[in-house]
């Protein structure tokens, strides 16, 4: 199987297949998020999923993690990699939405799942079992049997950039996809944690795009940091934490405990009812 790898091939929770229209330019993108074209649909969210997964609009973004995709780590020089977007994964009714940068190059680029087979998703899992929104503690590969309970995560970019930096045409280019799987999942979602100050912005901004109210003065990020935003079915709670990096774990700036606080204000907040 060559990398990236290509849609339909069978791939392990690949939701897409040869005939799913890919988007080359941004406006491929703000078209196809569209709600008119996934309300042609059967399945928007599923629809969604696909489309995301097999988007080329970003030369720069497609070029790296199809060269990660192709030359590899020497410790995954044996694996094929995804090479592709990665789409949102988890509950399609979640309480809790999760949402966080991008995918690692060698993490989520890999396996093809969210957070997946690197060491942030490795903390991110293990806390998410701890507070009872995830099945098992540890997330290595797509069809690992790993679910999410009540629970979905995004990024906020859906391709691996170098440096893990991408650019702000980048990250605007991708936006619509966040913007369409929020709309999707607004009427289900009581709790938002973002993931690092940008992923707090790129909540707020597209939690304002499909017409939650966003209080003034624009709520500041931080860690344990929270909002309360007004959307139509019910007030829904921001809350912000460290980026689960090696460079905040590794130096203690971020805690097992910290992250378990978070994640467990999440659970509770996300099992209230409406």
């Known amino acids: 199987m060559t990398s990236p790898v290509p849609p339909g091939s069978g791939w392990p929770g690949d939701p897409a297949t040869s ?17 008119r074209s996934l309300a042609l649909t059967v399945d928007p969210l599923h629809a969604l999923e696909a489309r995301v997964s097999v988007c080329r609009a970003c030369p720069r973004l497609v070029r790296w993690r199809e060269d990660v995709a192709r030359d590899k780590r020497a410790a995954y020089a ?16 979640p309480s809790v939405l999760i949402v966080g940068l991008a995918p690692a190059a060698h993490g989520a680029n890999r396996t093809g799942r969210v957070f997946t087979g690197d060491r942030s998703g490795d903390w991110l899992f293990a806390s998410l079992h701890r507070v ?13 049997g790993l679910q999410l309970v009540g629970a979905r995560m995004v990024a906020a970019v859906r391709c691996a950039p170098p440096l893990n930096k991408p650019t702000t045409h980048e ?33 707020l901004r597209a939690l304002r795009s499909v017409g939650w109210g966003v209080p003034r003065p624009r709520p500041r990020f931080g860690h344990g940091a929270e909002a309360t935003l007004t959307s139509p079915h019910r007030d829904v709670l921001l809350i912000g934490s460290y980026h689960p990096s090696q460079q905040n774990t590794f130096t203690g700036r971020l805690t097992e405990p910290m992250l378990d606080d978070v994640l467990g204000r999440a659970a509770r907040a996300g099992r209230m009812s409406p």
């Open 19 to 35: 005939a799913t229209p890919v988007a080359r330019r941004p406006a491929d993108v703000r078209r196809l998020a569209g709600s």
């Open 78 to 93: 044996d694996e094929t990699y995804w090479g592709r977007p990665v789409p949102g994964w988890g509950s399609p009714t």
């Open 132 to 144: 009872g929104l995830a099945t098992q503690p540890t997330s290595v590969h797509a069809d690992d």
């Open 171 to 203: 990250r605007a280019t991708c936006a619509p996809w966040l913007d369409a799987e929020l709309a999707l999942l607004a009427e289900h979602v009581r709790v938002v944690v973002a993931l690092g100050s940008i992923g707090w912005d790129a909540s």
